[in-house]
Nanobody
């Protein structure tokens, strides 16, 4: 079955960096777009970045975050630099296969001094 497992979250000071990882299994990883979403307390889940034939980013993270993937390892990454307090959220790995959407369990990112 499809599984997505995120890691790499934690507490970081404003201006710091974190690298999130998502390990995928149970499907042909290389042929599907992969996405990172986040959900802050009291807010809707939002798309942060996606990668397929190209990459796309939310305006709020452009120039600070970089999404990448390693098809051989079935991994997708989110490098987050110049973190701000408003980046605090639970970050989720996501893939849509046909009509079915899959999510990881999420990893907490807290940006605070």
């Amino acid at each position: 079955q499809v599984q997505l497992v995120e890691s790499g979250g934690g507490l970081v000071q404003p201006g710091g960096s974190l690298r999130l990882s998502c390990a995928a299994s149970g499907y042909i990883f290389s042929i599907y777009d992969m996405n990172w979403y986040r959900q802050a307390p009291g807010k809707q889940r939002e798309l942060v970045a996606g990668i397929g034939g190209s990459t796309n980013y939310a305006d709020s993270v452009k120039g600070r975050f970089t999404i990448s993937r390693d098809n051989a390892k079935k991994m997708v990454y989110l490098q987050m630099n110049s973190l701000k307090s408003e980046d605090t959220a639970v970050y989720y790995c996501h893939v849509k296969i046909g009509y079915t959407t899959y999510w990881g369990q999420g990893t907490q990112v807290t940006v605070s001094s």
